[in-house]
């Protein structure tokens, strides 16, 4: 027998801030106690201290009229659950966090006016994407591609349809942190948001398919940090008990702009061309994605900025005030923003030299977050092909040209109304357990709609397609759809989350260009058998690169993600590999089978927190 070997399971950092934790692991890699020690950094610090130290922060930080909030705000971020317990605390200050817990949604106005503004620039990237779906009938033809007999043609087709997504990925999303560093959450917002109303109107004045391409590909500028952007402004001013659901509205509502996109080429499929005009239906179809993000662009400063920006530049009372205004009460917000503050303070341990992008790859913190991201961004699970070409696959069914936009309609609606069932589970059944449970039925059900194709009965054929597109859409929208902007936009330390962000989003939109440049060539040379075969395959490949490497991240505070993601991937992979088998047999098969010891401890902070085989359970 092999002694035991003792191996850290989180790295410590010089200033002591995070506890180490021992495992004991054997030689042949099995884990003996794997149990992961997840500290408040606050836990261990006597109340006198805790309250000499609010008090310096505020004094130092231009904070000194809130000196008594930010004490008590610390008291209670050094243990939420024991709030009861504290003297300092008075009967109406109790109230405050006991309805806290009681009540998590009842949220001021401006968290939900901040969350409906995000929502918007949702839904600008659905029509973006979108519009060109039914456009796609019109202008082809009449810029002389013909992709029902011409390989050539099939490639220029994915050329123009993909151009946006080629822009995002090579440059427009590596514009995301000089833009938010300069010009904040707010107003790389706008500016991106102005890009899109501007490409969108230029896109329906083009007359070759040079030009449209090329006003396709300008329109990546206004997409890529647009997505980058949005959904960390969401979870940088979210309360932890909410963040998934409420930055999970950027994939809901892209999906409802997805639906939008499809209803705007229905209600200009039959416009007829005036003299001198060719092609005015689609060219109404392309500009309409404009007029909302002309919205955005008129409502965002209304808005307050990201908190986690201001303090990142040193401004404290401005983060403060912003808070102030997404928080119920003051001492909420000075709660937050204390913690927000030490947290960051032991975060800045693990930057070790200034070339922030290759620290995502050098850090192991970072690394281990830069692949969970990459992996849960990768498109290759066959939505994109569906979103930007139902209407030719509908079409390649045997459905007229108006039945194919009807049925891509359809596809819009249901895509939207099933990604509201993740606003209840994201942050309960967790982030990691939707896409372990979906990824699964989406490669069965591409695999339906494919061998479809070979019913030979035309109306059998139309109805099963249909059928198996719809079931894929409605398995999608609640795991794939929500979870990769959520994910990926809490799973970076702030120090390099723009850079991260850009990372995780260019890698999405290079596979998006990826899907849109080649699904024409490759339903010519597969036929749609084997396209969807091929996309449902990727589905069995991300289901097993998700157990092994993504980690869950759900009820942690941005900065406590430090510590999951500090736990080597080698190890979670062994834990999950173990947890796979336990799993299948206790909730497939209801077998009695006993509980394995958990994966994570977090301890002092809303009381003890476990994080099982497949997520989070309390203890």
């Not at 003792?6 to 099995?30: C, F, L, N, W």
Request: with cysteine.
């Amino acid at each position: 027998m092999t002694a035991p070997q003792e191996k850290p399971y989180i790295e410590k950092r010089d200033d002591g801030s995070i506890s180490m934790h021992e495992v004991t692991a054997s030689q042949d890699g099995s884990v003996q106690n794997r149990n992961a020690k997840l500290a408040n950094p606050l836990a261990r610090i006597s109340h006198e201290q805790l309250l000499e130290d609010a008090k310096v922060f505020a004094e130092t930080h231009g904070l000194e009229d809130l000196v008594l909030e930010f004490q008590k705000g610390a008291l209670v971020a050094q243990d939420p659950s024991q709030f009861e317990k504290l003297s300092q605390l008075n009967d109406e200050d109790k109230a405050i966090f006991r309805r806290e817990l009681t009540h998590k949604w009842d949220q001021p106005y401006m968290l939900y006016y901040l969350v409906i503004l995000c929502s918007m620039a949702a839904a600008v990237q659905g029509m973006d994407e979108s519009v060109i779906n039914g456009a796609n009938l019109f202008f082809a033809p009449q810029f002389g591609i013909d992709v029902k007999t011409n390989s050539n043609n099939q490639w220029l087709l994915g050329l123009v349809n993909s151009a946006p997504y080629l822009c995002c990925a090579v440059l427009g999303c590596w514009l995301t942190d000089p833009l938010n560093r300069f010009l904040g959450r707010r107003g790389t917002i706008f500016l991106t948001a102005l890009f899109s109303f501007l490409t969108c109107i230029w896109q329906g004045v083009t007359n070759s398919w040079e030009h449209l391409f090329v006003a396709r590909f300008v329109l990546g500028l206004g997409i890529g940090p647009k997505s980058s952007t949005v959904p960390v402004y969401a979870a940088e001013c979210a309360p932890p008990a909410i963040r998934g659901a409420l930055v999970m509205m950027w994939q809901t509502w892209t999906a409802f702009g997805i639906m939008i996109g499809t209803v705007m080429d229905l209600a200009f499929y039959k416009v007829s061309d005036p003299p001198h005009i060719t092609g005015l239906n689609w060219r109404l179809m392309l500009g309409s994605a404009g007029v909302p993000a002309l919205v955005i662009c008129l409502q965002v400063f209304f808005c307050p900025e990201s908190p986690r920006w201001y303090i990142s530049k040193g401004r404290y009372r401005e983060a403060y005030n912003s808070l102030a205004r997404l928080r119920r009460h003051p001492i909420q917000a000075a709660r937050d923003l204390y913690y927000i503050h030490v947290l960051l303070q032991a975060e800045e341990g693990l930057i070790r030299n200034r070339n922030r992008f290759m620290e995502l790859f050098t850090v192991p913190r970072n690394r281990r977050a830069t692949l969970a991201s990459f992996i849960v961004m990768q498109q290759f699970c066959g939505i994109n092909a569906i979103a930007y070409y139902s209407s030719n696959i509908f079409s390649d069914a045997n459905f007229s040209n108006l039945q194919a936009l009807l049925a891509s309609w359809g596809f819009g609606i249901i895509n939207w109304i099933f990604a509201f069932p993740a606003i209840w589970t994201i942050d309960t059944f967790g982030r990691r357990n939707l896409l372990l449970t979906t990824f699964p039925l989406m490669a069965i059900f591409l695999l339906l709609a494919g061998f479809a194709f070979w019913i030979p009965d035309q109306k059998a054929q139309v109805g099963v397609v249909a059928l198996g597109i719809y079931l894929f859409s409605m398995a999608y929208s609640p795991g794939e759809g929500p979870v990769p902007f959520t994910y990926s936009a809490e799973a970076f330390p702030l120090y390099v989350r723009d850079i991260g962000m850009s990372f995780a989003t260019a890698v999405l939109w290079f596979f998006n260009f990826v899907v849109a440049l080649t699904f024409p060539r490759l339903i010519g040379a597969f036929k749609p058998q084997g396209a969807f075969g091929w996309f449902a395959g990727w589905n069995v490949i991300g289901f097993i690169a998700i157990l092994l490497f993504v980690p869950e991240t759900k009820a942690l505070s941005l900065e406590e993600l430090d510590q999951v993601f500090s736990v080597p991937s080698h190890t979670h992979a062994a834990y999950q590999l173990k947890a796979l088998p336990h799993n299948i047999k206790k909730y497939i098969f209801r077998m009695n089978v006993p509980d394995i010891p958990p994966l994570y401890e977090h301890e002092g902070f809303i009381g003890e927190k476990t994080y099982g085989p497949g997520g989070l359970g309390h203890a």
